[in-house]
């Protein structure tokens, strides 16, 4: 199983991007997906989650202006970011729970893509 993240680049302040985390390999269902986020000199911070269900969570910096969302058919889940900020500035990552084809359940994180927001 693999879990490739993509879309990141840069972006003038106000600018939008839409990440995408895709799954592939011998999958049963993608659970839980989250995206994280780690800025200069901080932490790695929980930005959305989207259940299996399609119930989304967001941490409050982003509320209004993220939206997370995924296609089961494609195994993929979007994180669309409008009116960015230069805060925004991180490298993304996501985090799925996949249960696999043989019904073993794990966590997998993507490799991680760069947002600059910057004039």
């Known amino acids: 199983v693999q879990l490739q993240a993509s879309g990141g680049g840069l972006v003038q302040p106000g600018g939008s991007l839409r990440l995408s985390c895709a799954a592939s390999g011998s999958i049963f269902s993608v659970n839980d997906v989250a995206w994280y986020r780690q800025g200069p000199g901080k932490q790695r911070e929980s930005v959305a989650t989207?259940?299996?269900?399609?119930?989304?969570y967001y941490a409050d910096p982003v509320k209004g202006r993220f939206t997370i969302s995924r296609d089961n058919v494609k195994n993929t889940v979007y994180l669309q970011m409008n009116s960015l900020r230069p805060e925004d500035t991180a490298v993304y990552y996501c985090?799925?729970?996949?249960?696999?084809?043989?019904?073993?359940?794990?966590?997998?994180w993507g490799q991680g893509t760069q947002v600059t927001v910057s004039s």
């Open positions: 985090n799925a729970q996949i249960t696999e084809s043989s019904y073993r359940i794990r966590n997998y």
């Open positions: 989207i259940t299996d269900s399609g119930r989304t």
